[in-house]
């Protein structure tokens, strides 16, 4: 069993800057990867980040160059750092994490955080 807790969303103006936070706990030692997704009304979940067990991070054009994603493996933390915000980042923010058990991959959500960049 693992929980995730985020933290860190919020209401800010276009151009500053938040930070998210993801806690995983439970019965997983090692997570493979863990991710960022965000979700509008009337859309598709989307990737907006993501860092692998090794460090190695992948992020969505629109994100690329605002958005840091980090995580800290000894803590099972993931944080992701949003500079420069636009009204189109404008979503609820979910955090992913998934690790393999006797060969099977499983994977948990967070219950995701409101951010609202007003213009």
């Known amino acids: 069993q693992v929980q995730l807790v985020e933290s860190g969303g919020g209401l800010v103006q276009a151009g500053e800057s938040l930070r998210l936070s993801c806690v995983a706990s439970?019965?997983?030692?090692?997570?493979?990867?863990m991710a960022w997704y965000r979700q509008t009304p009337g859309k598709e979940r989307e990737v907006v980040a993501l860092i692998t067990s090794g460090g190695t991070t992948t992020y969505a054009d629109s994100v690329k160059g605002r958005f840091t994603i980090s995580r800290d493996n000894a803590k099972n933390t993931m944080t992701l750092q949003m500079n420069n915000l636009k009204p189109e980042d404008t979503a609820v923010y979910y955090c992913n994490v998934d690790w393999y058990w006797l060969s099977l991959k499983y994977d948990q959500w967070g219950q995701g955080t409101q951010v609202t960049v007003s213009s």
């Open positions: 439970g019965s997983v030692d090692t997570f493979n990867d």
